[in-house]
């Protein structure tokens, strides 16, 4: 076995690894006498037993120490140094930490012998079991209490699916004390690294020995994650912690450690990822098949916009069909940007942001809603530019977020104020009401998900806010309600870190770069040969119709092989393609055009119900000019349009 480390200059007794782990554990007191009974070391369970520091032990005897103890312990010692072999016994009396009070330890003592078999000593376990009848019954042991210790290791070990294992590295033998697992039982003779490097998964094996090799190479702590195969073909993951002990020359001796089961757990992840994935699948599936029916929608009432600009009443229909359409589209975008900012997938494109601006995109985004409550909104900016890191589109859907929810729950001709103020390094946005209020004890609520205070029928899913706060906190802000009660009204503050003046501040602040004269929209873009691939009947047809009455030439197929048919004859400018067309799907619809030569300067748009980040730069990346997700806002196909 291997030896202990002298201690002042005596001989080294038989301890081995397993005597250094037990020393470092926190369950049991464990303490190394001498031949005269002074402590040696102790670990601090053991002093905490004593009610003394570690310090006021050392070089000690026990009748120094604990005097009311010594009858007990010189006649166990007794017993030990006639057998030369382990004595447990139980043991009653009294210690400083606690005088007066009648205590009942456990302990198991060990002689200790040096290489020549000499005893120099004793190694003792000790065991609190005072409280004997709570322990028993919570372990649910017998009253024996040897066997009462040992059954409580190994049931511990087992309900934890733990393994405790020590590889001796000189000999090569690896000794596993318990173990729950048929692929690596405890073994009553050592077995071989080989032998357990064996039983690991083909696929791990090698991540497996380099993790090994990093930790005996390394300062000697070990971690390890990895597969066995059991003896029935069954998959098994176990979890490894361990530490390397070494020679004074840093000669790796012994690698002890235990190894947990958890493939439970491995199991329940595989089980949450893949119900995640067809969660992301269902919403994505869900967007698409909700934008379809909304795109000819929305396409038909823009025809009609054009066919009567003159009649108020049929302005006003197509009016009221577009607000719901809008509202509909961004129920839905509402759903997947939670989804993907709840699971960390958003990417913010961060730039230094006007707030001016963000407050302009945003009333602009909710003017139709605030026009339809009647509200009067004022707006209340600084003098001086404000400005803020962040991403422009995700700051203004926040504020329309909040501009929304105070229009939602206004009654009708209320009011709204938004109002801008910097406030030392940080900017204070605040979107006022004098709408419905909230009660005091739910003002911290309406930032949960799916939350609505009011059930009514009224406003969306109750996602708005919870959005909010997380594009806010991305931004490294923080939002919060306030509200005087219920028929108060509310305000919403959203608070951002102000950054400091442009390096330029007396410079004009120029137009936005993608900002399109609304007399050139539809004016460079007249005369087109448009193709529209699309096995949404209604919508292509509707569609198409919307851009002959802006003099465009257009044609209309629904399926990928008639525009492959089409191509040649019709000689487009620009071709809008579905992306899940039967058969075969836009992508690669899309590829067979590009591939041919004489479609050179054709200008490709996917317009699609799939609107994930993903499919976008997918689309992109496939040669698309534009991704533009239905139902297609005419204003922003027109700028797409607008370079062909």
Not at 136 to 151: I, K, V
Request: aromatic share 4%; hydrophobic share 45%; net charge negative.
């Amino acid at each position: 076995m291997t030896s202990l480390p002298s201690l002042a200059g005596a001989p080294a007794p038989s301890g081995g690894p397993l005597l250094e782990a037990l020393f470092t554990q926190g369950f049991y007191g464990v303490v190394e006498f001498d031949l005269a009974l002074r402590f040696v070391r102790l670990n601090e369970t053991l002093a905490h037993i004593n009610g003394l520091p570690v310090e006021a032990h050392l070089g000690r005897t026990v009748a120094e120490v604990v005097p009311a103890l010594v009858a007990a312990v010189e006649e166990v010692t007794a017993q030990v140094a006639s057998s030369r072999a382990p004595v447990t016994k139980e043991i009653r009396g009294e210690t400083p930490a606690q005088p007066g009070v009648l205590r009942t330890w456990l302990e198991h003592w060990l002689p200790l012998f040096h290489a020549d078999q000499a005893l120099v000593g004793y190694a003792v376990l000790v065991e609190e079991t005072t409280d004997r009848e709570a322990v028993l019954h919570s372990l649910q042991l017998t009253s024996d209490a040897l066997r009462a210790s040992e059954a409580r290791l190994r049931l511990s070990l087992e309900a934890a699916y733990l393994i405790s294992f020590s590889w001796d590295i000189v000999r090569d033998e690896v000794h596993r004390l318990h173990s729950a697992s048929s692929v690596l039982p405890a073994t009553a003779r050592p077995v071989r690294f080989a032998d357990v490097l064996a039983a690991v998964h083909p696929d791990d094996r090698v991540g497996f020995q380099e993790r090994v090799d990093r930790c005996l190479a390394g300062p000697g702590q070990y971690e390890n994650e990895f597969r066995v195969l059991e003896a029935d073909g069954t998959v098994r993951w176990l979890y490894e912690r361990g530490v390397v002990t070494r020679a004074d020359d840093g000669t790796p001796l012994t690698l002890s450690g235990l190894s947990q089961d958890i493939t439970a757990r491995k199991t329940a992840e595989l089980a949450l990822q893949m119900a995640n994935r067809r969660k992301d699948e269902f919403l994505a599936t869900l967007a698409h098949e909700l934008r379809n029916p909304l795109a000819p929608i929305r396409s038909a009432a823009e025809v009609l916009r054009m066919l009567a600009p003159e009649d108020p009443t049929m302005q006003k229909a197509v009016g009221i069909i577009d607000r719901q359409v809008s509202q509909m589209v961004r129920l839905v975008d509402d759903l997947l940007d939670v989804n993907r900012i709840s699971r960390g997938d958003i990417l913010l494109l961060s730039e230094r942001v006007d707030v001016a601006d963000a407050v302009r995109a945003a009333v602009e985004t909710s003017r139709p809603l605030i026009e339809a409550g009647e509200h009067h909104l004022q707006v209340s900016l600084p003098l001086a530019p404000v400005t803020v890191s962040g991403d422009a589109t995700r700051l203004s859907q926040a504020l329309s977020n909040l501009l929304n929810n105070a229009a939602h729950y206004t009654p009708m001709g209320g009011q709204i104020a938004l109002t801008v103020v910097r406030d030392g390094g940080r900017v204070r946005i605040a979107v006022t009401d004098n709408g419905r209020g909230l009660p005091a004890d739910r003002c911290d609520d309406v930032f949960e998900m799916f939350t609505r205070v009011q059930q009514d029928g009224q406003g969306g899913l109750g996602i708005g806010l919870a959005l909010v706060r997380r594009i806010v906190e991305l931004h490294g802000g923080e939002v919060r309600a306030l509200s005087n009660g219920e028929g108060q009204g509310c305000t919403f503050e959203m608070w951002l870190p102000a950054l400091g003046p442009a390096p330029s501040p007396d410079a004009a602040r120029p137009a936005a770069a993608n900002a399109v004269p609304a007399a050139a929209v539809g004016a460079k873009a007249q005369g087109l040969r448009i193709l529209i691939v699309d096995d949404n009947v209604d919508f292509a047809q509707s569609e198409a119709t919307m851009l002959e009455l802006k003099q465009h030439i257009v044609c209309v197929v629904h399926d990928a092989r008639a525009a492959l048919d089409v191509v040649p004859v019709f000689a487009p400018d620009v071709a809008l393609l579905d992306i899940g067309l039967p058969g075969m799907d836009g992508y690669e619809l899309a590829a067979r055009l590009r591939a041919d030569p004489a479609n050179a300067d054709l200008v490709l748009i996917a317009q699609t119900g799939w609107g994930q980040p993903a499919d976008r730069e997918r689309a992109l990346a496939q040669g698309f000019r534009a991704h533009l997700t239905k139902p297609v806002d005419w204003a922003t196909l027109e700028r797409v349009l607008l370079p062909a």
